[in-house]
């Protein structure tokens, strides 16, 4: 079946430095790809989404890049602070309406 | 601001035992959706519901029932609680084609 890998599991970095998590997907009429953080305690929340008709998308410090010919996509968190300490959850459907297939997540922990 | 409303955050059961998770959403949404997530195997679909009265199955159904009588609320039953259905459960809900809101989540031990 289709299924969506990411990597790493477990992330952690210094703060202030950037932190780049990548997903890859099997099924090529993929079209939606969000990014879901979940803190602790808490259900994931939708941080940031793409689609394929452009390559990438910013919003402050969090960026989505997404290259539809290697089927992967990646999140990039820069001057990272201890508030992004999640996990954090890729996923891809064809459009909005169908079911996401999501990625087993990582953690991301960010050292002071 | 969206309210997904999980009734219990931390349930106890035994083994056989019929368990009722309650999710309630306030914003007149479409679409619910059940989850279960365990470390490293992501988010997985148990069963969702396009609206009121309907529902399908996801990805793992198996021990699992769903019941939405109401828009605004979808059930999750587990007739014989199992201790392989020790988990965490997400319950989401979305308007048709937006993005998914979820609960804070049901942390069930079966014993």
């Known amino acids: 079946g289709e299924n969506v890998e990411q990597h790493p599991s477990t992330l952690s970095v210094q703060e202030g430095d950037s932190a780049v998590i990548k997903c890859t997907y099997s099924?090529?009429?993929?079209?939606?790809f969000p990014w879901y953080k979940q803190e602790l305690g808490k259900g994931p929340q939708l941080i940031i989404d793409?689609?394929?008709n452009v390559g990438e998308k910013k919003d402050q410090r969090i960026a989505v890049t997404l290259n539809k010919t290697a089927k992967h996509f990646s999140l990039h968190i820069t001057e990272t602070q201890p508030e992004d300490s999640a996990v954090y959850f890729c996923?891809?459907?064809?459009?909005?309406?169908?079911?996401?297939?999501w990625g087993a997540g990582t953690k991301l922990i960010i050292k002071p | 601001d969206v309210k997904v409303t999980q009734s219990s955050r931390y349930l106890v059961k035994r083994t056989g035992e019929k368990v009722f998770l309650e999710c309630v959403q306030d914003?007149?949404?479409?679409?619910m959706f059940w989850y279960r997530q365990d470390p490293g195997l992501g988010l997985r679909l148990i069963y969702f519901?396009?609206?009121?009265?309907?529902?399908e199955k996801g990805d793992i159904p198996e021990g699992y029932s769903v019941s939405r009588e109401k828009k605004e609320r979808f059930s999750l039953i587990l007739e014989s609680a199992s201790t392989n259905q020790t988990s965490m459960y997400l319950c989401?809900?979305?308007?048709?084609?937006?993005?998914?809101?979820f609960g804070a989540g049901s942390r069930l031990t079966v014993l």
């Open positions: 989401a809900s979305r308007r048709q084609g937006d993005v998914l809101t």
């Open positions: 914003m007149d949404h479409e679409n």
């Open positions: 519901s396009y609206d009121v009265k309907m529902k």
């Open positions: 099924d090529s009429a993929s079209n939606y």
């Open positions: 793409i689609r394929s």
């Open positions: 996923a891809a459907s064809r459009d909005s309406n169908y079911q996401l297939i």
